[in-house]
């Protein structure tokens, strides 16, 4: 029993990370979604825990799982399926030997390794996770449909607002215009509707994925993108600070903050929030780890506490 399983679930993807027991990561594996309320389930769930689970420990078998960390989206976030989503590692390892939480929990373990400290996730949701001196609090990721503030999924609806009020002369039009269109694959502005809804079923994933257009066009001088990468970073910033709040911090007291998900990944959003809480209380740290690894350290000292 000398390994640790760290899962890192994500709304498009789930990473697998094994470590030994002194943290150093021995196999990576990565598989499709384990969003289990966006259309998945819980049979899709444990079908990618079993894939990833057979493929990290592919030649030493799951005994060798000392203790294992899963890290779903969704977690929590129905009550009544916490008992199923807690039983289903357990079918596939054939032991005991883990705990679930949510995946805030592994953007938080990875990025501040552990420490206290807030994290705020923008992937294609958005959260915030912070803990200090054993007290753990979460604000956001109250879903796209009435929450996800600055997540990804947020700045590619508040893109494709841009697009149909310059479409229709609402405003004037600027490069995100012509940049949506490309991006729909369209020619006529109205077939953005039959794409978007008919097409991609308002899908969250496939609409979050135009967030990228978004900060293409901000990185290449578009003040309308600009404007709404910044009021992301807004969102994100008001994450951080009613948690520190809700952590007890005082005003003016330093408190480590660091970042994960993937709309951080375009450099303008994180020079905008670095600039953001630049001057403040706040103090920006370099992620550490990558969630997956993170939730494989939060197994390895779960496990070894
Ligand atoms: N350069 C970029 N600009 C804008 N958005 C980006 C960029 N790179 C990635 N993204 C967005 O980040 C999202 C994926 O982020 P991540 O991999 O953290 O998601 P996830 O773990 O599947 O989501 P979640 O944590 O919300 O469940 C996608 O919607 C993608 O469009």
Known sequence: MSCYLGVDGGGTKTEFVLVDAQGRVVAR???????????????????????????????????????????FPGYGEA???????????????????????????????????GRDGINVVAGT??????????????????????????????????????????????????????????????????????????????????????????????EAGDERALGIVRAAVAELVELVEATARALGHDAGEVVPVSCSGGLFEAPVVLAEFRAALAGTSYDLREPLHDPGLGSALHALRRGTS
């Open 29 to 71: 594996d990565l598989q499709p979604t384990s969003y289990y309320f966006g259309g998945a389930g819980l049979e899709a769930v444990e079908e990618v825990l079993r894939a990833g689970i057979a493929n990290v420990t592919a030649g030493i078998g799951t005994e060798e799982v000392g203790y294992a960390f899963f890290a």
């Open 79 to 113: 009550s009544a399926d916490v008992p199923a989503l807690d039983a289903l590692p357990g079918k596939v390892l054939g032991h005991d030997r883990y705990e679930c939480g949510n995946d805030m929990v592994s953007g938080w373990a990875g990025s501040l390794g």
């Open 125 to 218: 949701g958005s959260v915030a996770y912070g803990e200090r001196a054993g007290a753990a609090h979460r604000v956001g990721g109250w879903s796209e449909l009435f929450g996800d503030e600055g997540s990804a999924y947020w700045v590619a609806v508040k893109g494709l607002a841009a697009f149909s009020r310059m479409a229709d002369g609402r405003e004037p039009r600027t490069a995100l215009y012509g940049a949506v269109r490309t991006a729909l694959g369209i020619t006529e502005d109205l077939d953005a509707i039959g794409v978007v809804v008919d097409r991609w079923q308002g899908q969250r994933t496939r609409v979050a994925a135009l967030a990228r257009t978004v900060t293409a066009a901000a």
